[in-house]
């Protein structure tokens, strides 16, 4: 990707040419060939089911208009979106207007208005909404709503005896009850509750009314009614494509055919297809398009590809954990031997000075106590998202334990062996090479042992700065709540880690005597 | 028996170590100062003295291991070389208390580890290894273990082959039986003297215990007071200790 953008003026990374190597090869036999094929689009999301599902609506507008399109789904939320679209790591996701507001420009709800020059001043573009609003609502189960005749907060003054439930979030936000409460002039008794139980509760009947996302599909599945912010009390969270200004002006153009397509009914739907029904993201976008009038197409490429494969779930189910396993792998691989080769030589230049050994296994371990979601954050700006920065991350994470195991080991060999060695007449290179080294592998290797397994354990949370492997699936699944998904990364990592385990005891039993293992 | 000799710090005609007003420090600590004396070349020498006495300074003033601060240290005719120093403590073998053998090397790989680095061939290298371990009365067999393998004694038989291997000019010993327990100690001493007889080396044997020293050395060097207080044949230290130190070292063995 990175070095098809011309006047970047950074190097392109190796990933960046892994990827685009990937891309041009799977574009030139996927996409129909045209002229403004040439430079894919990259797609992302969020790790939730509607920003999945907004990104794939997008993907295979962009598809059927005949643009070749990479997916990025998934990334690990606002920050880091935005991040890789500054970056020009991605070309498009879907994002909200209060998120732009408040997370990304911080602007106060006042200034809403000034959003798109200053957006623009970033080389970002929102295109028009797609329609629904996915705020902060009051939800309460229909049959009430019906019974007592509630449309609007409003009315809940009249209703002082409704039990009436929030999140604790929603309990302490000044954009949550206690604002909400003020702006309408509510004054009811309310109790708080864990969000996840919440619709639980009001499902089995022990609660009349929650706080919701006036997307979510539970509301759909329990039949819940949502009361209309009339006041006008909460921020607005419309949905929209955030596009790079560089992007092809007809890719833009299509993308608007999105505006106003969606209301909040059919996001809830769609949401509930996703969590409920199980069904794919793809499909459920699929499906939307052609409800929404927008299959007309001047291709079919994108369209007859499922048709063609004729395989099994078992099989795609097969090739997909094969293909996250070998992935996944490979980060682990690469920055484990990196990182071992540069823990190994910087442990053999400092083990003799006791003083730099110490600052520097110090050093390596503060690295190690930045949580790993926030160290691969901290990899955007510097490395972009995607391979690079998950490599780079693991490597710096893969230091400490190795880094640390070897100059424990070098600099606790029994000294008196030593003496031994050198009074015997070894060269300093002889007793490091036959005495002193030796005597470390077993620690050494220890060391390797432990960052392996560290990172293949940490490299699932790669996925969130779309690296892929094993993590997508666990990502995905988390989004779904789907627990099927979730195993299809755990179980081949758990059992990645355990060959791993394997692999370094018949390694360290070739290395080292029985009597001397750790 | 050594040549004739009286008194204290007598000459002995051939010495393979001379020491010349030698003195060496910790920090402002002289541990050693104005030590002038020799040791003859062919024989034991026992370097006996108290704990902390500097004994085992002494003995790696002769390789090289310390450097004097003040004097002159000649080995085998040579003052101890700046530069390639390896190879000079290659012709003197090492051997120390607790043995200190190599743990990740078999007993083999022990005591063959300088004459592989020395090239030595194969075929070379296995018919010394047997000879020293048969020497030393251990079995063939011991050739493949590991040293925790092997018993405290053997261990210390082991060390003491593998400072030999070589053909070394001299030996430099630093209380290489004090570890053993006394019944394995008394076993190994006629081996010790079976071996000096088959391959007379001079010998720098550093002791705290009398009784081997009396047992082993030809020569006595009783080291105390920041220096060597008397050095001499041994029937001839036993006869006139030079003072009170020494006569005390000899009473505590009697």
């Known amino acids: 990707m990175r070095q098809m953008r011309a006047g970047k003026g950074k190097a392109p990374s ?10 041009l090869a799977f574009g030139a036999a996927a996409a129909p060939v045209s ?5 894919p689009i990259t797609v992302a999301s969020k790790n939730f089911p509607e920003s999945y599902i907004l990104a794939e609506a997008m993907a295979q507008l962009l598809e059927r208009e005949g643009f070749a399109v990479v997916r990025r789904l998934g990334l690990g939320g606002t920050l880091i979106c935005y991040q890789a679209l500054v970056n020009g790591e991605i ?3 879907p994002e909200y207007t209060g998120t732009i507001a408040e997370a990304i420009l911080k602007l106060s709800r006042a200034d809403a208005a000034g959003m798109g020059p200053a957006l623009r001043a970033a080389g970002i573009e929102p295109l028009p909404a797609l329609g629904f609003n996915n705020t902060y609502a009051l939800a309460v189960p229909g049959q009430l709503a019906a019974e007592r005749g509630l449309a609007r907060i409003s009315d809940l003054k009249h209703h002082a005896d409704l039990r009436l439930t929030f999140s604790h979030e929603f309990l302490e936000r000044d954009d949550g009850w206690p604002g909400l409460s003020r702006a309408y002039g509510l004054d009811l008794s309310v109790t708080g509750i864990e969000h996840g139980l919440a619709y639980q509760a009001i499902a089995d009947g022990s609660i009349d009314g929650t706080d919701v996302y006036s997307t979510d599909g539970e509301l759909m ?3 819940l009614a949502v009361l209309e912010d009339d006041q006008g009390f909460f921020p607005r969270y419309l949905a929209l494509p955030l596009v790079r200004a560089d992007v092809d002006a007809r890719a833009k153009f299509a993308l608007t055919r999105l505006a106003g397509t969606i209301d909040d009914a059919s996001m809830r739907a769609m949401n509930a297809a996703a969590v409920f029904e199980g069904e794919s993201f793809a499909a459920i976008a699929g499906g939307f398009l052609g409800d929404a009038g927008l299959t007309e197409t001047r291709s079919e490429g994108a369209a007859d590809t499922t048709a063609e494969q004729p395989e099994t779930d078992l099989e795609r189910l097969a090739k997909e954990m094969l293909d996250n396993t070998l992935r996944h792998l490979e980060l682990t691989a690469i920055a484990l031997s990196s990182a071992t080769a540069i823990a190994l030589v910087a442990a053999f230049a400092i083990f003799r000075v006791g003083w730099l050994s110490k600052a520097v296994v110090y050093v390596a371990g503060l690295l190690q106590t930045v949580p790993s979601i926030a160290l691969l954050a901290l990899m955007i700006p510097v490395a972009g998202i995607g391979w690079l920065p998950a490599v780079l991350a693991l490597l710096l994470y893969s230091i400490l334990p190795i880094l640390r195991n070897a100059v424990t080991a070098l600099t606790t060999v029994d000294p008196l062996l030593l003496e031994v060695a050198k009074a015997m007449g070894l060269t300093p290179a002889q007793e490091l090479r036959y005495i002193h080294l030796p ?4 620690a050494i290797l220890a060391g390797i042992r432990t960052a392996a397994v560290i990172c293949i354990g940490t490299a699932t949370l790669a996925a969130f700065i779309g690296a892929g492997g094993l993590g997508d699936p666990i990502v995905t699944g988390l989004a779904l709540n789907d627990t099927g998904k979730i195993l299809e990364g755990a179980v081949p990592a758990a059992l990645l880690a355990i060959v791993t385990e394997l692999v370094f005891e018949a390694i360290e039993r070739r290395l080292a005597p029985a009597h001397l293992r750790v | 028996m050594p040549p004739d000799t009286h008194g204290a710090n007598q000459e002995p005609a051939e010495p393979c170590v001379a020491l010349k007003q030698v003195g060496k420090r910790f920090g402002s600590n002289w541990v050693l100062r104005g030590v002038d004396v020799s040791f003859p070349a062919g024989a034991v020498t026992a370097i006996v003295g108290e704990s902390g006495s500097g004994k085992t300074t002494l003995l790696q003033l002769v390789n090289g ?3 004097a601060d003040e004097g002159r240290v000649e080995v085998l005719g040579e003052p101890v070389p700046e530069r390639d120093v390896e190879a000079f403590r290659r012709r003197i073998g090492y051997a120390v208390q607790g043995a200190r053998l190599f743990p990740h090397m078999t007993v083999a790989r022990n005591v063959t580890l300088l004459a592989r680095l020395e090239g030595w061939p194969e075929e070379r290298r296995q018919r010394r290894l047997h000879e020293l371990l048969s020497a030393m009365g251990l079995e063939a067999d011991i050739a493949d273990r590991y040293p925790h393998q092997i018993s405290g004694g053997q261990q210390h038989r082991v060390g003491l082959c593998r400072a030999m291997m070589l053909h070394p000019d ?4 630093d209380e290489p039986f004090s570890a053993i327990d006394p019944i394995n100690r008394a076993d190994i001493y006629p081996v010790f003297e079976a071996l000096h007889e088959r391959e007379p080396i001079s010998t720098l044997l ?18 105390g007071d920041g220096g060597v207080i008397q050095a001499g044949a041994r029937e001839a230290v036993l006869e006139a200790p030079a003072n009170a130190t020494v006569t005390r070292l000899l009473e505590a063995s009697a």
Do not use: F, K, N, W
């Open chain 1, 14 to 23: 190796l990933g960046g040419l892994l990827i685009g190597t990937l891309l």
């Open chain 1, 35 to 39: 002229a403004e094929a040439a430079r």
């Open chain 1, 91 to 93: 070309d498009v996701y």
């Open chain 1, 221 to 223: 599945r329990y039949s």
């Open chain 1, 439 to 442: 005597l470390s592998v077993p």
């Open chain 2, 65 to 67: 291991m310390r450097r």
């Open chain 2, 170 to 173: 001299m030996l430099l010993l």
């Open chain 2, 206 to 223: 550093v002791t705290h215990d009398m009784a081997e020293a009396r047992r082993l050395a030809d020569y006595l060097a009783i080291v």
